[in-house]
């Protein structure tokens, strides 16, 4: 045995994955324990597995949703748009023809592919979790190892079990101290990713460590493991605790009896080692940390709610201000506007960022008892029909019905648009999904990204605002 320096999270499971190491420059193989697919990635996988002659080699690790394409009303007919059509069906025959589990349209465990893994329990810490899609890193709030692949990975991974890959460097995200009340963890990824910009993370895996990340209870680590992506990271972990393993006992896929208890005594190990180095290190202050919102075309063009539109010209760097001026010009805003005072014709709630029990919760909190304004349509999709039945349950769908919003079923939905949940051109959101490229929610759609308390408040208030400028004393 060779004497063991201290070890990072991201380090131990890399190396606990490790099938054979790379020699010289040739990356390692990595096992991956769980694949997780969608309609969009994964056609020309199959297509390529099925010239080859070759079986999924593990299709008891694979397991498929549909998210991307369906629509969130009238599911029980079929899809109307051609393209979304073709895309389910294939995944369909493809499911059946290589034998994987697949939760289709209105099945009670559809729904987003980032929702539906942590909640039966399939992602779990220590993994190596992959899927076709970018937002993977959102599994490594559980202390798993998760990222997201092309399409011919995808394919690799199907016939194989393993990838190749060279190791990420790794980065600490520290952020220290206490949340403010109405601050959440969008709030703190936003400011991140403000910080460090949307290169900032390339071809590292963040740790976010610290104690606001430790007071974060399973749901609000995903937000925050979401969109370690739009940093520009390979995948975002934050190391397993005793809120990790209160949130997976007694899940579908969770261990079960003596096999839990082994299973959480070698989690437990799996903590960054005390005196571990990382590659880079970042640290936020989470009591001064306030409600976030972008106002750009990209996830780092955001800024605190209490501020103002950006002057381009006050920007010095001159690719940031070109980036800026371009920004301006597409969302439509004068540099020293008050983001307050930026009037929105839709809210989105969901998406595998922001569209969880919790999330709805949070909304329906601050909308029970009030209305949506008259010149905002608001949109909430469940990011699972698990979440949707829950919240039915709780009642939460008639506080959201009774404010006069639309109440849909599951899927990813206007957080790009796929189906027919979109912005016209020119309208513009509060969306509480990752992404405000331009078109992203439909062609000419301006978007603000905000989290599910302020986009709540905005929609009652129709111009961006915290859930606080709704009470009693305050300028409205
Ligand atoms: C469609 C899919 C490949 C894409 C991704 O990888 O992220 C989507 O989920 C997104 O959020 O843009
Ligand atoms: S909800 Fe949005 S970000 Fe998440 S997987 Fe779907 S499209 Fe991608």
Redesign the pocket.
Known sequence: MTATRPRTLAEKVWAAHTVRRGEGAEPDLLYIDLHLVHE??SPQAFDGLRLAGRPVRRPDLTIATED?NVPTVDIELPIADPVSRTQVDTLRRNCKEFGIRLHPMGDAEQGIVHVIGPQLGLTQPGMTVVC????TSTHGAFGAMAF?IGTSEVEHVLATQTLPLRPFKTMAINVEGTLRPGVTAKDIILAVIAKIGTGGGQGYVLEYRGSAIRALSMEARMTVANMS?EAGARAGMIAPDETTFAYLKDRPHAPKGADWDAAVENWKSLATDEGAEFDAEVTIDADELTPFVTWGTNPGQGLPLSASVPDPEQIADENARFAAEKALSYMDLKPGTPLREISVDTVFLGSCTNGRIEDLRAAAGVLEGRKVAESVRMLVVPGSMRVRKLAETEGLDRIFLDAGAEWRQAG?SM??G?NPDQLAPGERSASTS??NFEGRQGKGGRTHLVSPLVAAATAVRGTLSSPEDLLAGSDH
């Open positions: 969009v990635t991307h076709g899609d970018s937002h997201g992506i990813c957080c790009l796929m990752n992404r």
